[in-house]
């Protein structure tokens, strides 16, 4: 593939991409099975109480970008953009559910903390809030410029890695 540059000075092809996104994919799914790993042994013992129904909600829908995130990844890798284009238009429908679903999740959650006590839990309210601004700030232009590949894929890179620090 000719390593083509874009108007305003990106390639849209690098020869360590291939390579590059799909570490990236792999590290964060690292990073979310250490991060929430020991959390969820814990329950799953019966060792700390179960979360609100709304946190179960938060996980299947985040868990779905990055599934959806990690198989676009392997789409191009194997060569199949058409199927790439079809499924990328859930991120349209996963975008505003998540963004709206990640603002509710930080709230309940800051405030069953916050009742219980905890008062230096909402000083760490900036955090999801944050990303919520963050994530639609760079998945939504990524999607409107889905034909650019060279702003599409980076700007797709930075919406999930502003979902990790959570």
């Not at 083509?4 to 990236?24: E, K, S, V």
């Not at 799953?44 to 779905?64: D, K, N, Q």
């Not at 859930?90 to 959650?109: E, K, R």
Request: proline share 7%.
């Amino acid at each position: 593939m000719p390593n083509t540059i874009a108007p305003d000075g990106f390639a849209a092809t690098h020869r360590w991409d291939r390579n590059f996104f799909l570490a990236f994919a792999a590290l964060s799914w690292i990073a979310i099975v250490m991060g929430f790993g020991p959390g969820m042994g814990g329950q799953l013992r019966g060792l700390t109480p179960a979360p609100p129904p709304i946190v179960h909600v938060h996980v299947a829908v985040f868990s779905g970008w990055m599934i959806l995130f990690t198989a676009q990844i392997w789409l191009i890798r194997s060569g199949r953009a058409d199927l790439h284009r079809k499924l990328g238009l859930i991120a349209f429908a996963l975008v505003p559910v998540m963004v709206v679903l990640g603002v509710a999740t930080a709230l309940v959650s800051r405030g069953l903390r916050f009742e219980a006590g905890n008062v230096e839990m909402l000083a760490f309210m900036i955090v999801p809030l944050t990303d919520m601004v963050l994530f639609p700030s760079f998945a939504i232009p990524g999607l409107l410029w889905r034909k650019d590949r060279a702003r599409h894929k980076r700007l797709m890179l930075l919406a999930t890695a502003t979902l990790l620090p959570a």
